[in-house]
């Protein structure tokens, strides 16, 4: 089925279709969101990532008009928003609890936003037929919210965000109140709507994974600023700070200082570690400066020969072991008492798996580590 | 657990204290409700004779060991014939109702005040609601008698204004008695209007104007329908007392000021008629009753959800 996206595109093609400018909001003493700028493109789903606290949500409720910004600019489509009470704005949200009207159909909810805009009513009468089929509830129409589960419910409020087909649809937490099964089922039917809509989506999440599973691009948040943005593989990949490297998935983390530096690699002697991090490319950091290294689990290898003498190579005590299934979780101690947190992948069903107290060998390739400094 | 709880209800000392608590507020509503209202309705069937108390007695011992019980029904017929009857009965109902929506449209916008406002303000202007009920009720009305009389501040203030240039007849008017209506009843409008509109999740006002509603639209949409039970509490709470109010319509109302309340006193201590006294408290108990079935009624009809 197509839709039609929504109307007035007059933004040229590559041009930002939101653009964030130096947004602030204070509540007395407390800065929610400070000197936010951020460019989204249409058709995008973007997410803000962050803690509860983060500013997030008060960064989607300015989006929303729900809160007016301090200071700074919101434009959506080219045009200054920023003071335009929410009723008049071409942007829904769903919200976080859905905020279903408990006294209304299921069709009466989804209608409601047309009603405002005085749409005919055969009209309005197919477009809310035409929506509630989009998201499988044709069927319910006569239903009380009170009635419906918690998948269904989300789906109204899907429905009655996305039947005034907006220019921009915001999400708060759009997935938070369901059971795990039904989360993953819905975050892929999110993406498929959202690919047949074009309608353009902000989400606002403190789930990493999934930010990972729905964002084209990722907004990383904390105490009212943007750490990062980046698509989900630079910001797990490549994070600019000891806190994205940290929020985002498991990560082994310690401190080190840059005893070498060439433009084509740099030497960290970590003391954690007990040795000295190899890193194949530069780093912009004065010498001698203190650094965080920082490396995923699942690029650490374990083995029980001591590997060819390189760089990256260390040897530990298998202190913890968790079989998942797909991976296994080793928590491996170093002689200097640092604990390790290694992922393999169980590619072989018969194997001679590492045991509890075994000595092994963990090594990781020159590109495996990330150094942050701040 | 829940059978498990059920088993300790059913036998024991647990059973008992439950049985207790329940069987307490009924004996109560039993000893002070049910008992005179069986009083009454037997008065109601008597008829008036010369003695203390001045009515018959319903239930005689008659000689011969025969058991008499004798139901006179002319009261009733002579109380649904008489017209003047029925015009205190349609003249109560309709103060009462005029009452009520004034205290409904002076509540609303009192209620929602409180139920928006911060912590402190809140509890403020809270106590002022209930603040009036710390002094008796009769001396309340009794101070709108001083306010509104000839020589009162009332006309005291209109004159020194020179809005007017004599003092108005205030008094034994319909004004001061729905005036003393409303506020004397106000209170009992504002406190269940209250607990609905601070019930209300405010997401979804912001829900209504995210999807192109207006505030006021909004309000009629959303904050009206969704506080309805408060509003259906509030005017039972105002209506029912007010149909068979008596003080403020005796000290405010004029002589034409023909409430049922002050039908059933004259009846009762001027006429010495205990009978059709009765009579009239008896219908309009009933015709209360049927009120409140009908917007019981009305109401589960409507709100088939929560």
Redesign the interface.
């Known amino acids: 089925m197509t839709i039609p996206t929504a109307p007035g595109a007059t933004t040229p093609a590559g041009a930002p279709y939101v653009r964030i400018d130096h947004l602030t909001k204070r509540f007395g003493d407390f800065i929610a969101v400070r000197q936010v700028s951020l460019e989204i493109s249409r058709g995008e789903i973007f997410c803000l990532l962050g803690g509860s606290g983060c500013g997030k949500t008060t960064l989607l409720r300015m989006l929303a008009g729900f809160e007016t910004p301090t200071e700074g600019a919101i434009y959506i489509d080219g045009t200054d928003v920023t003071l335009v009470p929410p009723y008049e704005r071409p942007v829904n949200m769903m919200f976080q609890s859905y905020a279903l009207f408990p006294h209304m159909t299921v069709e009466q909810n989804v209608a409601f936003g047309l009603q405002q805009d005085r749409t005919p009513r055969v009209e309005m009468k197919d477009r809310v037929a035409e929506m509630l089929s989009l998201v499988q509830l044709s069927g319910y129409e006569k239903r009380k919210p009170h009635q419906l589960s918690g998948g269904q419910r989300q789906r109204v409020a899907l429905a009655r965000a996305l039947v005034k087909r907006p220019k921009l649809l915001l999400l708060d937490e759009p997935l938070g109140a369901l059971d795990k099964k039904l989360r993953e089922r819905t975050q892929f039917e999110l993406v498929n709507l959202q690919e047949q809509l074009g309608v353009t989506f902000v989400i606002v999440t403190h789930d990493q994974e999934e930010a990972m599973t729905l964002a084209s691009r990722i907004g990383v948040m904390r105490a009212g600023e943007i750490l990062q943005v980046g698509t989900p593989t630079d910001i797990y990949e490549f994070p600019n700070s000891r806190f994205v490297a940290d929020f985002i998935g498991s990560v082994n983390m310690t401190e080190g200082k840059l005893v070498e530096d060439e433009p084509d690699h740099v030497l960290i002697d970590c003391p954690q570690f007990g040795a000295a991090v190899y890193v194949d490319h530069g780093v912009s950091a004065p010498p001698d400066a203190q650094v965080s290294v920082a490396i995923r689990p699942e690029k650490i290898q374990l083995s029980r020969e001591q590997p060819e003498q390189g760089h990256n190579v260390l040897s530990g005590v298998i202190v913890g072991i968790a079989y998942l299934g797909d991976v296994t979780r080793y928590l491996v101690r170093l002689p200097t008492g640092f604990v390790l947190r290694v992922t393999a992948p169980n590619v072989y069903r018969h194997e001679e798996r590492l045991e509890q107290d075994e000595t092994v060998f963990l090594r990781w390739h020159e590109s495996a580590a990330v150094v942050v400094t701040r | 657990m829940i059978r498990s709880l059920g088993r300790i209800g059913r036998g024991g000392e647990a059973g008992l204290g439950r049985w207790f608590v329940i069987a307490l507020p009924y004996f109560w509503l039993a000893l002070f409700f049910l008992v005179p209202f069986l009083i009454v309705l037997k008065i109601a069937f008597s008829n008036v004779q010369l003695s203390m108390p001045p009515v018959e007695p319903v239930v005689t011992w008659a000689t011969d060991k025969v058991l008499q019980v004798r139901l006179h029904f002319a009261n009733f017929a002579f109380v649904l014939g008489d017209s003047l009857y029925l015009a205190a009965f349609l003249n109560s109902i309709q103060i009462a109702a005029i009452s009520t929506l004034l205290a409904l449209l002076l509540g609303y916008p009192m209620a929602y005040g409180i139920a928006r406002a911060s912590g402190t303000w809140r509890n403020i202007l809270f106590l002022f609601v209930v603040l009036p009920f710390f002094t008796s009720f009769l001396l309340r009305v009794y101070a709108w008698l001083g306010l509104l009389g000839r020589n009162g501040p009332v006309n005291g203030l209109l004159l020194k204004l020179h809005l007017i240039s004599e003092p108005l007849q205030l008094l034994q008017t319909p004004f001061a008695v729905y005036l003393g209506m409303v506020y004397s009843y106000l209170p009992f409008m504002v406190l269940p209007l209250y607990s609905a509109i601070e019930k209300l ?1 405010l ?2 006002l ?9 505030p006021t ?1 909004a309000f009629f ?2 904050t009206l ?2 506080t309805r039970e408060g509003i259906f509490a509030g005017c039972l709470l105002v209506f029912i007392p007010a149909v068979g109010e008596y003080v403020i319509p005796a000290l405010l109302g004029g002589p034409d000021t023909l409430m049922i309340g002050r039908v059933v006193w004259d009846e009762f201590f001027g006429n010495r008629d205990w009978p059709v006294a009765s009579a009239l408290a008896i219908i309009l108990l009933a015709v209360l009753s049927g009120f409140v079935l009908l917007l019981q009624k009305v109401q589960s009809r409507e709100g ?3």
């Open positions: 999740d997401t979804l912001e829900a209504a104007a995210d999807l192109g509603c207006r639209r949409a959303i329908p969704l088939a959800g929560p």
